[in-house]
């Protein structure tokens, strides 16, 4: 019997998301790898930027294809402990996710699965839409949120450790329903070469 994979599928760090450059960093080369085989990879990178003058710093959200940046960071001062996310920002970068729904991309990252998707905002709805499209989606869990993330995937999220072979090996399975440019015989030896593409991104 073949393995059983999900379409939406998460990275879970551990406590809260101020442990999540790592994840953010080995999302960036997977997506890389993909790209340099011709996958069609859409969705939201994120980063993080210092401050200028200390406090929290700021976040960015990169689109895959295009390289457009969005700010979801407010400026509350050096002083600040509030939430400095800006749901105006998070708001214009969802279009990047349904422009990929549009243009039928092969896998949609999308940065986190946090505060603001646990409570069915943020880029949960675009989550569903695509997931629902049959195209694979690959996020980022704070282990905090990790409940949410099952209540919304209705307990059939596929949940993954921050290695790069867990990422490979979930999106071969996912990517076997959806063939990329060239046909199946294409899209089987495009499997083949993935973990070549992958180890080599990351050089």
């Known amino acids: 019997?073949?393995?059983?994979?999900?379409?939406?599928?998460?990275?879970?760090?551990?406590?809260?998301?101020?442990?999540?450059?790592?994840?953010?960093?080995?999302?960036?080369?997977?997506?890389?790898?993909?790209?340099?085989?011709?996958?069609?990879?859409?969705?939201?990178?994120?980063?993080?930027?210092?401050?200028?003058?200390?406090?929290k710093p700021r976040m960015q959200l990169v689109d895959l294809r295009t390289g457009q940046v969005f700010s979801i960071s407010q400026d509350l001062g050096p002083l600040s402990r509030a939430c400095s996310l800006d749901p105006g920002g998070v708001a214009r970068a969802s279009g990047v996710l349904r422009q990929a729904l549009a243009d039928r991309v092969q896998l949609v990252v999308t940065n986190r699965f946090?505060?603001?998707?646990?409570?069915?905002?943020?880029?949960?709805?675009?989550?569903?839409?695509?997931?629902?499209?049959?195209?694979?989606?690959?996020?980022?869990?704070?282990?905090?949120?990790?409940?949410a993330w099952r209540r919304f995937t209705g307990g059939m999220g596929d949940e993954l450790p921050a290695r790069l072979s867990a990422l490979q090996a979930w999106f071969t399975l996912a990517a076997g329903r959806a063939a990329p440019r060239g046909g199946r015989v294409m899209r089987r030896r495009w499997?083949?070469?993935?973990?070549?593409?992958l180890a080599a991104a990351r050089v």
């Not at 499997?191 to 593409?197: F, G, H, I, R, T």
């Open 1 to 55: 019997m073949a393995p059983i994979v999900s379409d939406l599928a998460a990275i879970v760090v551990p406590g809260d998301m101020d442990h999540g450059d790592a994840a953010d960093a080995l999302l960036a080369d997977f997506c890389r790898g993909l790209q340099g085989l011709g996958w069609r990879v859409g969705g939201l990178a994120q980063r993080r930027l210092p401050a200028e003058g200390g406090g």
């Open 114 to 147: 946090g505060e603001l998707e646990s409570t069915g905002g943020g880029f949960a709805a675009e989550m569903a839409a695509l997931a629902d499209a049959g195209i694979p989606v690959l996020t980022v869990v704070a282990h905090r949120h990790l409940e």
């Open 191 to 197: 499997l083949l070469q993935l973990p070549l593409a």
